[in-house]
DNA sequence: CTACATATTTGACATACGTCAAGAAGGTGG
DNA sequence: CCACCTTCTTGACGTATGTCAAATATGTAG
């Protein structure tokens, strides 16, 4: 079975899954589990997180493929490879800008997932 | 290169990581953006999703393998495989007591993950 | 239209991962 | 010692993942 790139619920959808998923009465169904599986699986990526983390640092959150390339030193294809990761998880957007395409972060994203892992939150 | 499983740091000397990684002026060099996407890949398995919310509602945050084995529907050798990959991430330690083996959740760990993602943490 | 710059996709490859069945290890009780 | 229970490991299998080089798209400027 391939996984279908089908389009995740936008995250504010998911904030009903905040503490719940490992909250006291909630038992994380399947079908939960997966989806929150999805979104983390775009985060365990020591280059994923690299260009996170630079995103968070930079002016406006947002850098274009050109400059995440040589912050990880890769490929600029592989480094399209791993955007379109993070903002099929939902958690970076894209926006072209003349010859540039342009990553911003969704800080809310990241926001929701911290949340959702928290056993002492809520 | 096979990923030795040399034992991760404690996750108490990771706090220091807190919120750098994706704080703004921490670039997360290469090998803290590893040691993250280690732990990180511990929880991006719907399968052990389930077994650490299992835990969170769990008496004690313990439970041992034949509790969890039909908690997720799987082969008991595998839910073992996904319990060690747990341990070595340091999510959940193991204690034996005769003939069972009790995995209890560390939630400081996940706690610790929790704020490092959070981009308006600290 | 042509030349160039940035971004993405494709194909190929090696490696890692999740799963099971079967066997081995650790522990209990006759 | 033997029978049994729980757990872990091993070997095998298919699938997914990360990477690159090369080809293709998308956009700008002569």
Known sequence: ???VPKPLPAL????PICCPPLGT???LGRQ???ELAV????????VRLQLVAHLVGAPDWEACTCDLAPVVGLTEGTVSHHLKQLSQAGLVTKRRDGM???YRLVPE???AISRTLDPGCC
């Open 100 to 102: 540039n395409v342009w």
């Open 12 to 15: 504010a959808d998911t904030s």
């Open 1 to 3: 079975m391939t996984i």
């Open 39 to 46: 979104r983390l699986k775009a985060l365990a990526d020591p």
């Open 109 to 111: 994203a990241l926001t």
């Open 25 to 27: 009465d909630a038992q």
């Open 32 to 34: 939960d589990a997966v």
